[in-house]
């Protein structure tokens, strides 16, 4: 559709300015007015005719620019020539659709190899800088239909570096997303060790966002498991501030309002220095030096005896 | 609220109950009126000799309980009601067939 408005303007340009243009030119005038309805197709038809020696061109270009270092000279060979064709189609048919899903095809294959976005919006760019200097070398003689052909050209061209671009972008974002939904997965995993026994082990920086998923994680899981005892371990975490240490508090209360005993292990000194220092109270807390100590507590609890194989019976 | 408590413990005198357990699965919000009600309700059972086990609390239930200082220190708390008839049967000594 817009390029039919595009093509439509252009036609009107035209036609003034073969008015302005006068006498001399009438007969090439009247052909240029008809030249814009065939405009494209002959552009198309330049395009794909010298398509091998300006593919060439642009991939000279491109190695010559340090970009797509990441990849193969075979494979920015095969893609370049994809991106031409798609190129020159999308010219003559004036719709980005099937563009828009190679550059998004594209994209999810690049994007692994460490492409950046720079290095994509830069390779078009020069595709279209190639094709208009072939552009201007074919009609650098009739300055008017160099105009016409120009008019043309650009806004399609432009419209495919648009799209390029932010089909790489879109592609990117999703990308990043779906890492981050992961990781927030990952980051606080609520696991069963035994029959009614939960491990919730937590590594890294605990911040106030982190603790709120970390607490509907856990009572989620609570519940779903029918735990009845759960060991937080916290070896890996260095330090919390107050708001966090309060918040492990209400969460072992919360824990045990379901039904489940709470064992805190491995808590460093900071963290226990923290807790002692806020004031609350300390006393329903059952904490245990270290997770080894906490499972054992925990099967304690729930009636488990852990015994080792006698050496002979291991054997056999 | 005052109604049921009175009716409560006439019963739990009148039957010589020795335990209670309050079913909450069903609440969607607990305020913290209604919070203290049972824990007044679970000191009174217990004065009457009776242990009381709450059980059900969802999750959203008990950490908004715990956010809001509401809490309920006389109280036993468990997962289900199965869970809580097996702890008032162990807090009275008794199975729950007997």
Known sequence: MTEQRTQGRDTSGAASSDGTTGGTTAGGGGGGWLDDQQLLPELVAHLRQHRTQLRQEWAGRISGSHLLTAMTPQEVHSETTSVYDNYVEVLETGSVEALRQYARDLSERIIPRGVETDEVIGIVLLLRDVLARSLFQKYHDDFTVLNHVLDAYEPAANRIANTVAVSFVDE????????????????????????????LPIIGVLDAERAQQLTEQLLAGIRQHRAKVVVIDTTGVPDVDVSVANHLVQTVDASRLMGASVIITGLSSKIAQTLVTIGVDLSKMNTIGDLQGGIEEAERLLG????RKAEGSAAS | ??????????????????????DVAALDVLDSYGAKTLGVL?????????????????????????????????????????????????????????
Not at chain 1, 304 to 307: A, G, K, L, S
Not at chain 2, 63 to 72: E, P, Q
Not at chain 2, 85 to 96: D, E, H, K, N, Y
């Open chain 2, 1 to 22: 609220m005052l109604r049921f408590q009175e009716a409560l413990v006439e019963r739990i005198g009148a039957e010589r109950c020795r335990g209670v357990i309050i």
């Open chain 1, 304 to 307: 488990f005896t852990v015994t």
């Open chain 2, 42 to 98: 679970a000191e009174m059972a217990r004065l009457r000799g009776a242990e009381t086990v709450m059980v059900g609390v969802s999750p959203e239930i008990a950490f908004t309980m715990v956010r809001l200082g509401m809490s309920v220190p006389n109280m036993h708390t468990a997962l289900d009601l199965e869970e809580g008839l097996l702890m008032l049967g162990r807090l009275t000594g008794s199975g729950p067939g007997r």
């Open chain 1, 172 to 199: 990117r974002e999703r990308v990043i997303r779906q890492q981050q939904d992961a990781i927030r997965e990952l980051s606080t995993p609520v696991l069963q060790v035994r029959e009614r026994l939960l491990i």
